[in-house]
């Protein structure tokens, strides 16, 4: 089973996550934002990845540092989790429909972070949640677990629509490449012999 633990502790938050990427999309998260809760048991649920969040931060202030932390360790304890990335299937892609919203998600997990982000949020806020946090979020987990990621609105109205069909087709295209593909067992799915560094 492919699993790992990260802590991670600042003056700003205190953060657990426990994740297992051959799991049934179990989860128990507890963020102390509601909305980053919705949208983390919706990337546990669709990527099949079970999820475990506990995290406390400073949200007398905003609710950027913990937001931004959830998706640092997260991302690190998938990174940490797929190892060497031997035998997977590298890439994934999600066109993910939520009523009027349509959003295509693409990803190569090739330990070479990058974030395209084309999503207009033109709302300022969703419940007590800044909507500029979510670019944020994604940024941080893409760094952090070493992905090549690009989402993208292609239209939408509702402000949540839009929001959850990015995390699901997160979820559904992460769920793609972090397969093991039996073909390709041991081996890293690159002529390289390895993943990351240059092209």
């Known amino acids: ?39 983390m048991e919706q990337l546990s649920r669709h990527s099949l990845m079970d999820l475990d969040i506990k995290a406390e931060g400073d949200l007398h202030i905003d609710f950027h540092h913990t937001n931004e932390d959830v998706g640092i360790a997260v991302g690190e304890a998938v990174d940490k989790a797929l190892g060497e990335r031997t035998g997977i299937a590298r890439f994934g892609t999600a066109l993910v429909p939520m009523d009027e919203t349509l959003t295509r998600v693409a990803l190569d997990a090739s330990n070479r972070p990058f974030l395209v982000w084309k999503v207009n949020l033109v709302r ?18 893409a760094q952090a677990a070493g992905l090549t990621l690009h989402v993208e609105n292609l239209y939408g109205d ?11 087709g997160l979820a559904r295209a992460l769920r793609q490449a972090m397969a093991v593909d039996a073909r390709r067992s041991g081996e890293v799915p690159s002529t390289k012999g390895t993943l990351g560094g240059s092209l």
């Open 158 to 168: 509702n402000t949540h629509h839009m929001v959850e069909s990015c995390f699901k």
């Open 1 to 39: 089973m492919r699993t790992a633990t990260v802590e991670r502790k600042t003056t700003e938050t205190r953060i657990q996550v426990t994740v297992n990427l051959d799991g049934t999309g179990a989860y128990d998260v507890s963020t102390g934002i509601g909305f980053l809760d919705h949208m």
């Open 124 to 141: 300022p806020k969703l419940g007590e949640m800044d909507t500029e946090l979510f670019k944020e979020w994604f940024q941080a987990f």
